[in-house]
Antibody, heavy 118, light 110 residues
Framework: QVQLVQSGAEVTKPGASVKVSCKAS????????IHWVRQAPGQGLEWMGR????????KYAQKFQGRVIMTRDTSISTVYMELSRLRFDDTAVYYC???????????WGQGTLVTVSS | QSALTQPASVSGSPGQSITISCTGT?????????VSWYQQHPGKAPKLMIF???DRPSGVSDRFSASKSGNTASLTISGLQAGDEADYYC??????????FGTGTKVTVL
């Protein structure tokens, strides 16, 4: 069965960077995009971007351009989301997700809480 | 890219039907057959309920249905049940290759 398993919670300081991983299993890793979505405490869902694991091309939301980098390691079926120059309002649960079609987000990771605190 | 607009809250009694709207523009909802809907219970990851405007993934109850007209998409929950109480979000692909979520709607079962 399709599974996306994310790395554990992180506590980090303003101005630092954080890198969250998402390990995929149960399907052909290079066959589907992986998207990243975040949710700040008590707030709604926010789409951050996506990566094509086959060729590595990425598309980011304008809000995160210049601060986010999504990469993948096909040898271990894992994608990474690195967010730099962290601010307090980057505190959120970060999810990876995979579609079943072209535009949906069907399979979700368990979420990774990133806390930015001084 | 601005968030799609949803009502903050919708409520209904058990057994009733409710509809949640999601309004965007011709650059997102109006331009693509790519609207999806998500249910999220507190502390849980979102769950895909509808994709490609009106298709249901395997395992999702047929009490959930959806449609689109112009720049507005709608999700209808019929035969409302206590377990349907959750937050609901729409999502659409956009003309610059990104995605955008709606502002979210809290559904309350009275």
């Amino acid at each position: 069965q399709v599974q996306l398993v994310q790395s554990g919670a992180e506590v980090t300081k303003p101005g630092a960077s954080v890198k969250v991983s998402c390990k995929a299993s149960g399907y052909t890793f290079t066959g589907f995009y992986i998207h990243w979505v975040r949710q700040a405490p008590g707030q709604g869902l926010e789409w951050m971007g996506r990566i094509n694991p086959h060729i590595g091309d990425t598309k980011y939301a304008q809000k995160f351009q210049g601060r986010v980098i999504m990469t993948r390691d096909t040898s271990i079926s894992t994608v990474y989301m690195e967010l730099s120059r962290l601010r307090f309002d980057d505190t959120a649960v970060y999810y990876c997700a995979r579609p079943i079609g072209d535009y949906d987000l069907h399979y979700w990771g368990q979420g990774t809480l990133v806390t930015v605190s001084s | 890219q601005s968030a799609l607009t949803q009502p903050a809250s919708v409520s209904g009694s058990p057994g009733q039907s409710i509809t949640i709207s999601c309004t965007g523009t011709s650059n997102d909802i109006g331009g693509y057959k790519s609207v999806s809907w998500y249910q999220q219970h507190p502390g849980k990851a979102p769950k895909l309920m509808i994709f490609d405007v009106s298709d249901r993934p395997s395992g999702v109850s047929d009490r959930f249905s959806a449609s689109k007209s112009g720049n507005t998409a709608s999700l209808t929950i019929s035969g409302l049940q206590a377990g349907d109480e959750a937050d609901y979000y729409c999502n659409s692909h956009t003309n610059n290759g990104t995605h955008v979520f709606g502002t979210g709607t809290k559904v309350t079962v009275l």
